[in-house]
């Protein structure tokens, strides 16, 4: 079963619309899929782990009336008198919440002098063999600090109004990870030590903490539109060589349409601005009625005459075109002979 022209025409202009958005799609998928790499790299943590170390310092004080009791810590808010102080206690304590397989710590006190030089004064090592926690306390005797650096600094004549006392810790645990020196955790308080206002206080934080990571690159699909880059590249190409063959069908289509054009059709087209519309021009039978073979020679006789073109129903159900002059009309039926072929005149 043949096709009507008027269906012919939307399957055109359906076609011809889907092709275009289809080559658009693909284009726009192309684009996306050929110039993206199949994989990216995305950094993962592959291991995590949590340390702490933490001081706990205060002074065992000489029997005296000012404080009244045997030790005093940071959180009192009174100054510390060096001349009342016997000791300074120092606790340390490191926890990790993994296990290492191994590592060490090491915890010294380095005694500084203003002038810049510095002497190690005591040192504690060990090892974490596993250990989770590690905890360490030592017992500075405040007075023998002082005379150690007093007769230091005397060899030197160096001034002897004050010193700092450094307590550094340093641990080092083993868990496995690509970078060692990365899990090593520095912590260090000091005391200051003023012989010439009598005073003895405590600097740094006492608390302080550290996130052991380590970082793992791993490949991942690149998606454009819910597909792979691969998947993506293909389906573009079938896509858009899909949409390039229904534009092929589509112009075949129009190609063919146009060469099935009938007279009426191209009269439409090429002189629509000729023609006018009208319910009655004459009366059949009374009306010598001459049939033109095509829309050229329709037009043609519109211009000799200076008439219109005009448009109308003919019989109720045929559309004709026709140009009357007096009791002669040239008539051109919507039936008539397709473009290029002949014609007759009746009357």
Do not use: C
Not at 5 to 20: N, P, Q, T, V, Y
Not at 212 to 236: C, H, K, N, Q, Y
């Amino acid at each position: 079963m043949l096709l009507s022209e008027g269906r012919i025409r939307a399957l055109h202009r359906l076609l011809f619309s889907a092709s275009i958005a289809l080559v658009a799609f693909a284009a726009l998928l192309g684009i996306g899929a050929f110039s993206s790499q199949p994989y990216k790299t995305v950094e993962e943590v592959s291991f995590r782990a949590t340390a702490s170390s933490r001081f706990n310092v205060y002074f065992s004080l000489e029997p005296n009336e000012i404080y009244e009791k045997e030790s005093i810590g940071p959180g009192s808010g009174l100054p510390v008198y060096l001349s009342l102080v016997r000791e300074a206690v120092v606790e340390y304590t490191y926890s990790i919440n993994r296990p290492p397989s191994g590592g060490s710590y090491r915890l010294a006190v380095i005694l500084e002098h203003p002038d810049g030089w510095a002497k190690v004064y005591e040192v504690r090592e060990g090892n974490l063999s596993g250990a989770q926690r590690v905890s360490e306390k030592l017992s500075l005797k405040v007075p023998l600090v002082v005379d150690y650096m007093d007769n230091l600094s005397s060899l030197v004549g160096a001034s002897k109004l004050g010193y700092t006392v450094r307590i550094v810790s340093t641990v080092s645990p083993e868990l496995g990870i690509g970078d060692p020196s990365g899990a090593a955790l520095v912590h260090e308080v000091s005391l200051s030590i003023d012989k010439a206002r009598n005073r003895i206080t405590i600097n740094g934080n006492t608390t302080k903490s550290m996130v052991i990571e380590e970082l793992e690159e791993r490949p991942v699909r690149v998606f454009i539109a819910g597909m792979d880059v691969g998947t993506a590249r293909v389906v573009s190409a079938l896509l858009g060589g899909s949409g390039a063959l229904s534009l092929l069908v589509s112009a075949w289509i129009h190609v063919s349409n146009r060469g099935r054009e009938t007279e009426a059709e191209k009269l439409e087209r090429k002189y629509r601005g000729l023609i006018i519309s009208s319910t009655s021009v004459f009366e059949p039978g009374k009306t010598r009625i001459m049939e033109i073979a095509s829309a050229d020679e329709l037009v043609k006789a519109a211009r000799l005459l200076e008439r219109p073109i005009i448009k109308l129903s003919w019989n109720g159900k045929d559309t004709v075109y026709l140009v009357a002059d007096k009791d002669v009309v040239y008539m051109l039926s919507s039936r008539g002979s397709r473009t290029g072929t002949g014609g007759g005149s009746s009357e």
